[in-house]
């Protein structure tokens, strides 16, 4: 009867404990100032420093097949592990043959959206600020990208924000009831320091969306784009349809793109079939963030908004 | 029976339920003890004095000053202090314009604009701090590094810009050292919570098993407190036209009702003299309770709801828990 009770008490003592243990998330270390400054941009203007890069496009196709030109590097601004991705890659030749020409270690101005997603996270902490190494490979392990670039040295490439195709392929992204119930539900611990704000997560799936987006307000200019609260429906919804969830989410537009044109003169009910990536809403993450006292953790799911990179209908 | 059935469940959701209330209790006087010991501002006032320390600068009224003091009497940083006590926020932007101030208008004069030096009139219209003449310090030299780091030395706002920086830094070691001077109070009031209320795992797990009504009221009070919201901030963009404007709301609901409380006192508590307490497993409870109430309150709310979802997964909602079995024949301990 002892032994019973022992093993009793010590199954009802680890099971309280053993979660304790079973975390495994990646932490970026954002400064403050950087993401004040940038949570309600669209991109962000930098040196770009090329260690590696694709000598040619993505194939296109599904998943991975997505026509991006990768390029791993370290920048003036931003000072985290990254990648840039031009989208549309096969649209880009003159871009593709000044990237070809380029040496390991050269700088070229570029203008690209941010983005933060722990899509390549990696198993180390980021810190921003911290001594970057150089990237080993064209994909290194990375929470920052900038995806699509938007201005790479002399070459602009907003007409890049248009669906992937090359002839009769054309790159599908996920669909809108298989993406955005998992980005609903990403983890997140954001955690706060006088200068910087901590965001833990885990490897994220479900790159590109399609869906449908009914504007819930005015689009509002940013400078440097244009962004609007929408709902989230599937394509092919009818009017009498729910969206996928009740609350709105925030999207981003590049000014000059395609997409940004056609939203600019929408109103409030308009639609728009589009395909999107996700990145963390950084505005709300501030807004969190400023409403934490002391060493308090919110712990609840990643704030993200979608950057529109192409109208599909 | 086998080992893993909804009593061993019970048991633990009531385990981590004494846990959740008493890290709210914890965090509580946590709180209440920051407040009366004004633990943020000293910590705070302690990084500012380490980070000006061993300089000097010359007063002309007074003679050569310790930056410390100049700062603190800086009419900026005054109207900060409420009655004496120094505030527990202070901004990049005041503490950089503090110390520029003071090493422009009581350090010694900044050199003449030269062709050489690159100023431009547009600016030299905000007076350029000239830490460079500084007495030999530990200001002078980080300021100076800072700017010297930053290329552009003649520019106003590079100077206020590498003292953010430099302030920005130094606030990180002092939230270092707020969270674990928190992390230590935690630990100590925890302890000291436990012991007096004798918060005994091994004997919360023992009453748990042994008193299936005591269990049932546990389960009852658990699932009362899993449906109340999560402690934590709420952010809501009010202006569907507005996406940048949020409005961020703190959600306190933490306080305990006093059916809580009842519940908790039937498991916590000196029932019998203290001596009599004293043994291996009582301090092995204690250990464990500690432990426990140091995870924070949050940790144990997200891990009770998850239990609760996995306990009554497949009932009603409106179902309650099950009634009481019938006691153990085992003697209860």
Redesign the interface.
């Known amino acids: 009867m002892k032994t019973k009770r022992f093993q009793f008490l010590l199954l009802s003592i680890t099971l309280v404990f053993a979660p304790i243990t079973c975390r495994a998330e990646i932490t970026v270390s954002l400064k403050k100032v950087f993401v004040q400054q940038f949570k309600d941009k669209a991109t962000i203007s930098t040196k770009f420093r090329i260690d590696q890069h694709h000598n040619s496009a993505n194939p296109i196709g599904s998943g991975s097949k997505d026509g991006d030109i990768h390029i791993a590097g370290r920048d003036s601004v931003v000072k985290l592990p990254m990648v840039s991705e031009i989208i549309n890659g096969k649209k880009e030749n003159s871009a593709l043959k000044f990237l070809l020409t380029t040496t390991s270690g050269q700088s070229v101005n570029l203008t690209g959206v941010w983005r933060l997603w722990f899509e390549h996270p990696g198993s180390a902490d980021q810190i921003q600020g911290t001594t970057v190494p150089p990237a080993d490979d064209t994909n290194p392990d990375h929470i920052f990208e900038f995806h699509p670039v938007v201005q790479f040295g002399t070459f602009n490439l907003l007409d890049s924000f248009a669906p992937i195709k090359n002839g009769s392929k054309e790159f599908r992204g996920y669909p809108a009831e298989t993406a955005f119930p998992a980005y609903e539900k990403r983890p997140a611990v954001i955690t706060v320091s006088n200068s910087a704000i901590m965001i833990s997560s885990t490897k994220a799936a479900y790159n590109y969306a399609e869906f449908e987006m009914r504007l819930a307000g005015k689009p509002k200019d940013v400078g440097d784009g244009f962004i609007v609260f929408a709902n989230v429906y599937s394509i092919g919804s009818g009017d009498d349809d729910d969206p996928l969830f009740e609350a709105t989410r925030r999207m981003v537009f590049v000014k000059g793109s395609a997409p940004a044109e056609a939203v600019e003169k929408l109103k409030k009910g308009d639609r728009l079939q589009v395909l999107g990536i996700p990145r963390v809403n950084l505005n709300e993450v501030f807004a969190i963030a400023s409403g934490l006292h002391g060493d308090e953790v919110f712990d609840e799911t990643l704030p993200y908004e979608m950057i529109i990179v192409a109208i599909l209908k | 029976m086998g ?2 059935n909804s009593n ?1 469940l019970d ?2 959701i009531g ?2 339920f004494v ?1 959740l209330t008493l890290a709210i209790l914890c965090t509580a006087a946590n709180e209440w003890v ?1 407040a009366v010991t004004k633990r ?1 501002g000293k910590t705070l006032e302690r990084g500012v004095r380490q980070l000006l320390a061993d300089q000097v600068v010359p007063n002309a009224d007074r003679g050569d000053q310790q930056f410390a003091e100049e700062f603190y009497r800086h009419p900026l940083i005054t109207k900060l202090l409420d009655r004496g006590n120094h505030p527990a926020y202070l901004s ?1 932007r005041t503490f950089a314009a503090a110390v520029t101030d003071i090493v422009t208008n009581t350090g010694p004069a900044p050199p003449a604009p030269s062709v050489t030096s690159g100023l431009t009139p547009d600016k030299i219209e905000t007076p350029l701090p000239n830490f460079a003449g500084l007495p030999e310090g530990q200001v002078k030299r980080s300021v100076l590094a800072l700017i010297q780091h930053l290329k552009e030395r003649n520019d106003p706002a590079v100077v206020q810009q590498a003292l953010e920086a430099w302030f ?2 130094s ?2 070691r ?3 050292w ?2 674990r001077r ?2 230590l109070w935690t630990i100590i009031i925890a302890a000291a919570l436990t012991i007096l209320v004798n918060a005994d ?2 004997h919360i ?2 009453q748990l ?1 042994n008193d299936p009504v005591l269990r049932s009221a546990v389960i009852e009070e658990a699932k009362v407190r899993s449906q109340k919201p ?1 402690p ?2 709420t ?1 809501e ?1 009010k ?6 404007s ?5 959600n306190e609901g933490d306080a305990l009702s006093q059916k809580e409380l009842d519940v908790l006192g039937q498991m916590i508590g000196w029932h019998s003299p203290f001596r009599d307490n004293l043994r291996g497993e009582t301090f092995l409870g204690w250990l ?1 309770t500690v ?2 109430i140091s ?2 309150a ?2 144990w709310f ?2 009770l709801n998850k239990i609760m979802r996995v306990r009554f997964a497949g009932k009603s909602p409106d179902e309650t828990a099950k009634p009481p079995e019938k006691p153990d024949a ?1 003697p209860r301990v």
């Open positions: 080992m893993f061993v048991i633990v385990l981590i846990y920051a943020r990049p920005n830094d606030m990180d002092v939230s270092g707020y969270k928190t992390q795992t091994v797990v023992r098993r999560r934590t901030v952010v963009y202006d569907e036209n507005d996406p940048t949020p409005t961020v709301t703190r464990l432990l426990a995870m924070g949050p940790f997200d891990l085992e």
